[in-house]
């Protein structure tokens, strides 16, 4: 890279909802761009308060070691026609260090700013900001930008060839702008120009609104319409902050969290996502067909197709009255023609043959909105090519409908058409789907004892174990030697099983004859259904049970040894407990497994997943880049998944879904995948990026309309792979009833009552994934193994130096506070701020004398801070932070650690490196505890007489204190300690003071350690 051919480069997309400064309710906005000495302008918008611009211009860096200490200044005014002066509009500031290269620049909304206490502005100013090295790009010349001396045919000529070079594509300006440009200086053309064609456009355009961006980009950009922007004050890069956006949801508008009504008769469940209209065709069935070959027979399927798209329903062989019940949907946006076209074909082995068709006039077609019957299918004669009634008819129903149909979820989607025939198979995969998770208990097991024990060698003790087994979860006692032919364990397992249950829970006694070589004596299965259920600690009934041999010679040995062994088991389903099959940070879900102790739901969680922007491509396909993704959601016991959309970077899902809530303490996890079904057998679906969204951070009732950047952690470091765009929405039910779940604990009272170790609670929780995974995975189409893990957080307990790195921040951050205090307690103490310190001698004194206000004083403090907390409360739910999780600044090495499966498959070299680098951290870690178990050791001390001479003096010291104490009153005694604690530097000494020399000479064990 060439140092001399650096430039910054500057993208004014637009701007929208500006302060009107003309007087009449618009304003003639201009941008001025600052930076490094250097100003550009852009061209004047009459009368607009949603300017687009889409203009393009570069600065020289002359020094670029100085960038990061540089900043870009955009300026809006508003200029006035009459005293050719202007208005301020609002600022925007960029940091050097926020600037990136051209492959990694995006359009981002940034909100308008101040320029002093008394400025009024409001609205966002859309700029791409970038670094390029192009030779080609000259410097912007001032006086070219200049908004009285532009002449417009030069300018599009530029915006043109910047256009060529760059494949960024405009949109040409209508009449009336143009005709703005060139008569700048009449005030009474602009006046009337006001109510021209450009304003009413501005109304009726409602697929593109004026404030978006007017460019079609290869990759496109974040959603324009924005009302909150995180930039230079956002703790990470505005890119990956979370951004809120105002669309047009099928009840309205969206604007601060209420929906302004279009219609307020117009009524729709679907509410929170872009209403879409489809074009639905069901294909019924056939009767009488044309028979096409010489056996006298026909082998039909039909054909739906509307221009460019095709739907093939399955065929059916030698068959004249098929049955199919199919339903097509087409996405009216994307119709390319006026006639529908119903082909019946016979399927042949070279040439499928013409059976006969129906036509529809799509403008014909009715209209059909839910809550309306489903529309009645009719039978149509067929014709020919000639358009003549031939034999045979069809059934079919057409209408066009939403979203809110029930026919979406089942229906094929033109908007999810593979580039090729697909079969029914691949047809299934793409279709959106609700999933039920099963419902899991744990089953718990005592091995109490087994008696009348037999074995094939009658000269030694049985050195016998139990094996347990519940599908391919196995577990088994410690070995027990059988003296008298009996052995004793009394040993719990717990087990994870989900209903309805499929699956015997087997024991097996076996008998370890030699190392590695075992023998079985007996066996026994239980079914599950016959287990008793428990919702509480009460006692379970045991039970023996009969172990039969696994190979009998003949029968009368079977009837001899029947009955000869046996197993004491004690075994129970436990309802009490909340089966995790999540991280208990992430959880969704914390009912019991038993429902009679389900309460009643407090609320209900909505959400609508709209759309994905500036997705990665994650396959190759004709030799483009490409990605056929599909969302899934999860929230307790129910998943959901979108359609594919197949080869679309931006694709529009439209899709709502709705829970029951029972606890706001749970999290909705919302992830995006792309479908790696449609290509090779295989082939595994790949993970995007990831959402997460706690319901106690929403307000109830309120939309959040959020673009949620896609971040996942590669072993490149963080990347974002898009945006997605949601709204969410939480309704509360009871209010009394959510207000009185902050006062129970957080999971079933089985878990305090009797709890579960934390290698327990691991091993459990990968046993739940693994069945939650193995069932979902039944389902057509089915959840994969990779998605349920990815959605559940299996692996967050693994080791990660850049985790440990992130809590221990963390950590410092929540005692910052603690901290802060103790260091203005140090600055009161010596006396850097006089005054502040004679106050706070004052206020000590009013409370020893008046000890009553001590509470009343901090929770009036706390009580306040809470109110003033209030203004800046958090607007949107938080998001996954850059900062916080120190993906930031993470080296190479340990994202390969992070990324390194389990076991390790890395070179021993590289793991006696890292082995090395854990020793070196664990013993920074082992230092503090040692010392902080030293301190502890050192106040055992004071009276274990393990000092004699240092017990006997804090001994004598503590029977001096109690007669002191009780002579003088208390409040004397703390406020001599205060003021002595606050006395002035004057009075202090360097050296450490009398009881920290004494505390630290006392012993500790530090001596007894090898």
């Known amino acids: ?137 000259k410097s912007s010349s001032a006086s070219s930008n200049h908004p009285d001396s532009l002449d417009p045919a030069v300018s599009a000529m530029k915006a043109e060839h910047r256009s060529d070079r760059r494949h960024v594509f405009y949109n040409l300006p209508n009449n009336g702008q143009e005709h703005q440009q060139q008569h700048p200086q009449g005030p009474n053309h602009s006046s009337s120009s ?37 930039s ?64 006298g027979s ?55 043959n013409y059976v006969g068709f129906v036509r529809f006039d799509i403008n014909d077609v009715p209209l059909r909105v839910p809550p309306d019957s489903p529309l009645a299918p009719q039978w149509y004669r067929l014709e020919d090519k000639k358009g003549e009634k031939i034999k ?55 091995v109490v004892e087994a008696q009348d024990l037999v074995t094939t060698d009658k000269h030694r003790f049985p050195d016998v174990y139990v094996k347990a087994q519940l599908g391919n979860q196995v577990m088994k006692t410690r070995p027990c030697q059988a003296r008298t032919l009996g052995a004793v364990w009394n ?38 259904n016959t287990v008793e259920k428990r919702a509480d600690d009460h006692m379970i009934h045991s039970r023996w049970y009969n172990l039969e041999r696994p190979v009998v010679v003949d029968v009368d040995q079977l009837k001899r040894e029947k009955f000869s062994m046996r197993i004491h088991l004690r075994v129970c389903l436990e309802g009490g407990y909340h089966v995790l099959d999540e991280s208990t940070h992430y959880s969704s879900d914390l009912r019991p497994s038993a429902r009679p102790l389900w309460r009643q739901p407090i609320g209900v969680l909505e959400l609508g997943i709209l759309n994905a922007v500036g997705l990665h491509p994650m396959k190759s396909r004709e030799g483009r880049g490409t990605s056929d993704t599909f969302c899934v959601a999860k929230y307790g016991q129910k998943w959901v998944r979108t359609r594919t959309m197949v080869d679309n970077l931006c694709p529009k899902y439209n899709e709502q879904y709705t829970w029951e809530v029972f606890d706001p303490a749970t999290v909705l996890t919302v992830g995006v995948f792309d479908n790696g079904q449609l290509g090779e057998k295989g082939n595994r679906d790949v993970k995007i990026g990831k959402i997460r969204i706690r319901l106690s951070t929403l307000e109830t009732g309120r939309i959040y309309t959020h673009s949620y950047p896609l971040l996942v952690l590669h072993p490149t470091g963080v990347k974002k792979m898009g945006e997605l765009h949601m709204a969410v929405r939480f309704t509360c039910i009871s209010f009394a009833n959510m207000l009185y779940q902050y006062s129970k604990p957080l999971l079933p009272k089985m878990h305090y009552v009797r709890p579960f170790s934390v290698m327990q609670q691991d091993m459990l929780r990968h046993q739940a994934v693994n069945i939650v995974a193995a069932r979902l995975g039944r389902a057509e189409p089915p959840l994969r193994k990779e998605i349920i893990e990815f959605m559940s957080d299996t692996d967050s307990h693994l080791w990660s130096m850049r985790k440990s790195k992130a809590n221990f921040f963390r950590m410092m951050n929540v005692f910052s506070g603690a901290i802060a ?21 004052v206020l000590f004194l009013m409370l020893v004398c008046l000890p009553e206000l001590i509470l009343p004083t901090m929770f009036l403090y706390m009580f306040l801070i809470g109110l003033w907390n209030y203004r800046f409360r958090p607007r949107y739910p938080p998001h996954m932070n850059t900062k916080i999780s120190q993906a930031e600044a993470v080296q190479a090495d340990e994202l390969d650690e992070e990324f390194d499966t389990f076991p390790t498959t890395r070179n021993p070299d590289m793991v006696r490196l890292r082995y090395d680098r854990l020793r070196s951290v664990a013993g920074r870690i082992q230092t503090v505890i040692g010392d902080l178990a030293t301190q502890g050791e050192r106040f055992q001390a004071l009276l274990s007489w393990r000092d004699p001479r240092a017990t006997a003096i804090f001994v004598i010291f503590c029977f001096l204190a109690a007669i002191v104490f009780f002579i003088t009153p208390i409040q004397i005694v703390v406020a001599l300690a205060g003021f002595f604690m606050m006395r002035h530097p004057r009075f202090r000494h360097r050296l450490p003071s009398v009881p920290v020399n004494f505390f630290r000479r006392l012993p500790a064990r530090t001596d007894s350690m090898l």
């Open 298 to 352: 026909v082998d039909p399927f039909v054909e739906v197709r509307i221009g460019n798209y095709k739907g093939i329903t399955r065929h059916f062989e030698k068959r004249q009255h098929p049955e199919w019940n199919q339903v097509f949907a087409f996405a009216k946006e994307r119709m390319q023609a006026s006639v529908l076209e119903v082909v019946v074909k016979d399927k042949d082995l070279l040439k499928d």
């Open 232 to 295: 230079i004050a956002s703790a990470q890069p505005a890119d990956f902050a979370l951004k809120e956006t105002s669309p047009n949801l099928g009840g309205g508008r969206v604007v601060g969290g209420r929906v302004i009504h279009k219609d307020k008769t117009a009524t729709s469940t679907y509410d929170l996502v872009e209403r879409m209209y489809f074009l639905y065709v069901r294909v019924v069935k056939a009767r009488g067909l044309h028979t096409m070959d010489i056996t």
């Open 1 to 137: 890279m060439m140092m001399s051919n650096l430039k910054l480069g500057v993208d004014v997309i637009g701007a929208h909802n500006l302060f009107p400064k003309d007087g009449q309710g618009t304003s003639n906005a201009f941008v001025e761009l600052y930076f490094d000495g250097q100003k550009h302008r852009t061209t004047i918008k009459d009368r607009d308060l949603n300017p687009v611009w889409n203009e393009s211009f570069f600065f020289n860096i002359s020094d670029p070691s100085r960038l990061h200490y540089l900043t870009l200044e955009a300026q809006a005014y508003s200029h006035n026609r009459y005293t050719n002066g202007r208005s301020f509009l609002g600022k925007v500031s960029l940091s050097g260090t926020s600037f990136v290269p051209h492959s990694d620049a995006v359009v981002l909304h940034f909100p308008m700013e101040r320029r002093g206490i008394f400025s009024r502005v409001r609205g966002e100013l859309g700029l791409k900001v970038y670094i390029t090295d192009e030779a080609s790009l």
């Open 491 to 528: 040993e719990d397992f717990l087990f994870v099983v989900a209903e309805p249950f499929e699956d015997h829970l087997v024991f097996t006694v076996e008998d370890r004859v030699a190392p590695g070589k075992d023998e079985i004596l007996g066996r026994t299965y239980i079914p599950l």
């Open 392 to 446: 045979g008819e069809l059934m079919l129903a057409v209408w066009i409908g939403t979203q809110a149909d029930e026919a979406f979820s089942d229906a094929w989607h033109s908007d999810a058409a593979m580039p090729v025939d697909s079969n029914a198979a691949i047809s299934a995969v793409l279709r959106s789907k609700v999933y039920h998770a099963p419902r899991l208990w744990y089953v718990r097991v005592n």
């Open 821 to 841: 205090v103790g260091k203005w307690i140090s600055d009161i103490c010596s006396w850097r701020n006089p005054i502040t310190t004679v106050l706070v001698h």
């Open 194 to 230: 006001a109510g021209g064609p450009d304003h009413h456009n501005e109304h009726h355009q409602h697929y593109v609104p004026k404030h978006q961006a007017d460019e079609m980009r290869p990759e496109p950009a974040p959603p324009s319409k924005l009302v909150h922007a995180h």
